[in-house]
Nanobody
Framework: QVQLVESGGGLVQAGGSLRLSCAAS????????MGWFRQAPGKEREFVAA???????TYAESVKGRFTASRDNAKNMVYLQMDSLRPEDAAVYYC????????????????WGQGTQVTVSS
């Protein structure tokens, strides 16, 4: 089991940027696919980005070109750089770890962080 702690959320104006971080401990970080998901009030948790242990990154269509996900296996860290933020990006953002290679669906994940709130004002 891996423990995950997100940070970096906050309030930003539309068009602004935020950088989220996720610190992992325990388990074999270097073999996990790491995912970013988000959940807005009254909505289901949705996929944002997934980073395979090999370095490949998959993005949701809604964030392509605006968000950049990265990982540092030496530091057991995952990052999500969010640019050109929109009000519809507001949600609690979660970091997850999975041994599944795809990592694009919630059901693939057993380990989650507590989430970090992102608020975007229009």
């Amino acid at each position: 089991q891996v423990q995950l702690v997100e940070s970096g959320g906050g309030l930003v104006q539309a068009g602004g940027s935020l950088r989220l971080s996720c610190a992992a401990s325990g388990g074999r970080f270097d073999i996990y696919t790491m995912g970013w998901f988000r959940q807005a009030p009254g909505k289901e948790r949705e996929f944002v980005a997934a980073l395979s242990w090999r370095g490949g990154v998959t993005y949701a269509e809604s964030v392509k070109g605006r968000f950049t996900a990265s990982r540092d296996n030496a530091k057991n860290m995952v990052y999500l750089q969010m640019d050109s933020l929109r009000p519809e990006d507001a949600a609690v953002y979660y970091c997850g770890a999975t041994e599944f290679q795809s990592g694009t669906t919630v059901k693939e994940y057993a380990d989650w962080g507590q989430g970090t709130q992102v608020t975007v004002s229009s």
